[in-house]
């Protein structure tokens, strides 16, 4: 049976992939880089963060409630939208963190992130 992180790299996957709290990830492979695409929709710029600690990447957001508890006793019928802080950790052992861009649009945030580059010199071995 095929498992879903079977096509992505090891070093992408963290502990806690899989909680339901955690916002919804797509990683592709573009060759010389992988892109990250986050779901983060309701979500304003400055409520994202995207920080680098060592190898891991954790991204965090934090949506504020727009209203306070004493506004749910009065005007609402239904109020289903969550509060709270969201985030999920990468290991990044694998990307150039040095070359990581970040947008955010539509409720996407897209990372662009290079890979190491394996870099090889020439070399020719004298022999004695």
């Given at each position: 049976m095929d498992h879903f992180y079977d096509n992505i790299p090891r070093f992408?996957?963290?502990a806690g992939d899989?909680?339901?709290s955690a916002f919804r990830t797509d990683i592709q492979d573009l060759g010389d880089c992988y892109l990250l695409e986050a779901d983060l929709p309701g979500f304003k710029k400055e409520d994202i963060h995207v920080d680098l600690?060592?190898?891991?990447?954790?991204?965090?957001?934090e949506r504020h409630s727009e209203h306070e508890d004493q506004d749910k006793k009065g005007n609402y019928v239904r109020?289903?939208?969550?509060?709270?802080s969201y985030q999920r950790a990468f290991d990044i052992s694998g990307i150039d963190v040095d070359r990581i861009s970040a947008q955010y649009a539509d409720g996407v945030l897209r990372l662009d992130m290079p890979k190491k580059?394996?870099?090889?010199?020439?070399?020719q071995i004298e022999i004695q």
């Open positions: 992408f996957m963290t899989n909680q339901p600690d060592g190898e891991t990447m954790t991204i965090r957001a109020c289903e939208r969550s509060y709270g580059s394996a870099t090889v010199s020439a070399k």
